[in-house]
């Protein structure tokens, strides 16, 4: 297991799960103070490995020991978003694209596509992606693409 001051500096000092700062000085006791988060990650053999990132303690005991859920910020408006970490897992394995939203709009979609791209820079940053928008059937679909 690593330390906690290098995970923390590998990781910008922000929460993997919910994308906000983690205070260093902050007790590990606190909620809002920092924590290691093991995340299992399947392999092809039957080992798996072992992903260390930051996340503050009350969303590391929040999570506990299921699949995460990283959500989908409520000022976009997106309807049937995806699951963002089975998508990042689906893409990490076989590369492609996936439809992860629609949108009513083209603005919509673009600000959807803004924060998506944003967001996996920091929760899946080994994951090299684009957004493309595609119109229609009244409305726009939000595309995510690996390079």
């Not at 330390?3 to 000092?13: A, S």
């Not at 392999?43 to 009350?58: D, I, P, T, Y």
């Not at 595609?134 to 995510?144: E, F, H, K, Q, S």
Request: aromatic residues 4%; hydrophobic residues 40%.
């Amino acid at each position: 297991m690593s330390n906690l001051q290098e995970i923390g500096d590998r990781d910008g000092w922000r929460c993997w799960l919910c994308d906000e700062p983690v205070d260093p000085d902050m007790s590990v006791n606190d909620p809002r103070g920092p924590s290691v988060d093991g995340i299992a990650t399947a392999k092809k053999s039957k080992a798996k490995a072992v992903q260390e990132r930051l996340a503050h303690r009350a969303c590391n005991t929040r999570k506990g020991a299921v699949k995460p859920v990283v959500p989908w910020p409520d000022h976009l408006f997106v309807v049937d978003p995806a699951p963002i970490v089975g998508v990042v897992e689906q893409l990490s394995r076989k590369g492609g694209r996936v439809a992860v939203a629609r949108c009513p709009g083209e603005s919509d979609a673009e600000a959807a596509a803004q924060w998506l791209v944003d967001r996996l820079s920091r929760f899946a940053p080994e994951l090299d992606v684009t957004t493309r928008i595609d119109a229609g059937g009244g409305g726009y679909l939000l595309v995510l693409e690996t390079r």
